[in-house]
């Protein structure tokens, strides 16, 4: 009889294993679970050397999982002052104002999470915090992550003096004389202020991001999806791991951006299956829309303002040729997809590829509007949902007075992240936050999913209620199906013997309480590989 490094005891245990869906004991053995059941199953695991962790009344699930985040990338995307929800203009140019007034020589003001909602009926522009900064250099990004705003001397320092083309649909956006606005749409013309901007020590980006993935395994997260392998993610995560241990698993997809050459095909191709004890890149990202809130986005028809109604790939049928690539190598893929247009685009590439997309798993990421017909095709083609209901219930409203909601209009904004339809129709929904874009606290993610509007606020009307997850759809959301949207259920997501020992031990039963007691209740401990990491 194999004897387990450490057995494991709780009042319920929610395995998410229809075999044995719920147990009070569980054997861990090099990192695996090795028996699952009563005090008495494993009992005979049981030691001289075997670890005994007995958590009383709690409740232990499966590790939970984060499916997309950007814990490096968003290092960047998350510096400086946090914007997010704050408002009216006047009070964020006070905000703004204060800063400038205390940077010193080279200083820039830096700051995430602006809500687009501030500039409905004025238009987005950066000269509206040329009187509160002055000559220091502004960077605001936008809580969507996919544009920003920047004042006249950010423009001036990086040279940006009138319109530019680039390889995608990225703008510089300008007046009728072509002078820049301020307001810039998608990377590659973010890029061109980034690359200005004063930058990060190694030292301290490793040091935020040890904070960040030590803030997640608090809450319960015990591995993520990063969508993307920025600059120095491995360099980052290894230097992690040689001074101590990540306290999370990370499973980095690097991008692959519009326009992409053969050769950056291939280097990507030839990352996968590289990474350290904790950490591995598998997968690759690719983005075929921006964002529904400037104007991005790919929609059937242009929104509201003639808008949203292209895709960021300037010729879409590379894309195509792009995702072939992988698909045909039997390397997962993630799409970025949230116009109705982009989600149908990327469907029909998936099918052109025939058979050959059941060698690996393919998923398409936030889908914030589709009708009817796609829903139904998700399950026919065996294409997993990877979803973020929080943006609706944080960035939308359910009066549709919001910026997201009006460019849509009625009709298209009723039909956004229709979690619970895709789950009734058999398709395979996993949940994540976006970090940076959105908190990543799992258990208000879970909460928001079950209620449609934020945990939070309860006098806030829920949005599209109809779309609302039950407690069990939320949790398998993060473990089970998470695992099964990045090709993993052999190894994770639920607890069954065979599988990864990664645990999320809460204070209370997450299927039993309500979505405001979840939000609060404790996270007792979490287990990576059968490691507790708190």
């Known amino acids: 009889m194999t004897v387990a490094d450490t057995i494991v005891l709780a009042r319920r245990i929610h395995t998410l294993d229809p075999d044995t869906p719920t147990a009070t004991a ?58 997010t929800d704050l408002g009216p203009l006047a009070e964020v140019q006070g905000i703004i104002g204060d800063a400038a007034a205390v940077a010193g020589p080279g200083e820039w003001v830096i700051g995430w999470g602006l809500d687009p909602n501030l500039f409905t009926g004025i238009g987005f522009s950066g000269r509206l915090f040329d009187q509160a900064t002055g000559s220091v250099p502004m960077f605001l ?3 969507d992550g996919h544009s920003a705003i920047v004042n006249s001397a950010a423009l001036a320092t990086a040279g940006i003096t009138g319109p530019v083309d680039f390889p995608d649909e990225s703008l510089i956006d300008v007046d009728d004389d072509d002078t ?34 030590n803030g997640m395994a608090a809450v319960g997260i015990t591995s993520t999806h990063v969508m993307d392998y920025a600059e120095g993610s491995g360099e980052l995560a290894s230097h992690l791991e040689a001074t101590g241990e990540l306290p999370i698993r990370l499973r980095f997809s690097p991008m692959v951006n519009a326009g992409a050459s053969l050769h950056e095909l291939q280097e990507a191709a030839a990352l996968q299956g590289t990474g350290g004890r904790r950490w591995r890149v598998e997968g690759v990202k690719f983005f075929i829309d921006g964002t529904i809130d400037n104007g991005s986005a790919w929609l059937e028809q242009p929104d509201a303002y003639g808008e949203n109604h292209e895709s960021v790939w300037t010729d879409p049928e590379d894309f195509q040729k792009a995702l072939r690539f992988f698909v045909e190598r039997g390397i997962p893929t993630a799409t970025h997809a949230i116009g109705d247009q982009g989600v149908r685009y990327v469907l029909e590439g998936l099918e052109a590829a025939g058979d050959a997309r059941y060698l690996a798993a393919h998923r398409i990421e936030h889908i914030e509007t589709i009708p009817d017909d796609l829903v139904a095709r998700f399950a026919e083609l065996s294409v997993a949902a990877s979803m973020q209901p929080v943006h609706g219930t944080h960035h939308t409203r359910a009066d549709r007075t919001d910026n997201w909601s009006v460019r849509l209009g009625g009709e298209r904004s009723a039909r956004g992240w229709r979690c619970r339809d895709l789950r009734e129709a058999g398709v395979t929904v996993a949940l994540g936050s976006d970090w940076p874009i959105t908190p990543y606290d799992p258990r208000a993610m879970m909460a928001d999913s079950i209620l449609r509007r934020p945990v939070e606020r309860p006098d806030v009307e829920p949005v599209q209620p109809e779309q609302a997850l039950t407690a069990l759809m939320a949790l398998e959301g993060y473990t089970s199906h998470a695992a099964a949207a990045a090709g993993l259920a052999a190894e994770m997501g639920t607890i069954s013997v065979g599988k990864l020992a990664d645990l999320t031990v809460f204070e209370q039963d997450p299927l039993l309480v309500t979505p405001e007691e979840l939000a609060r209740t404790s996270v007792v401990a979490t287990f990576v590989e059968g490691v507790p990491s708190r």
Do not use: W
């Open 26 to 83: 569980l054997a861990i053995k090099d990192g695996l679970i090795a028996a699952v059941g009563s005090p008495a199953d494993v009992e005979p695991f049981r030691g001289t050397g075997t670890v005994i962790c007995d958590y009383g009344d709690a409740t232990i699930v499966p590790g939970l999982n984060d499916s997309h985040t950007h814990v490096v990338f968003g290092l960047d995307l998350a510096r400086g002052l946090q914007l």
């Open 141 to 143: 990004r936008m809580r």
């Open 180 to 213: 820049p606005t301020g307001y810039l749409v998608e990377f590659s013309a973010m890029d061109l202020v980034t690359k200005v901007l004063p930058q990060e020590s190694f030292e301290i980006r490793a040091e935020r991001l040890g904070e960040l993935l």
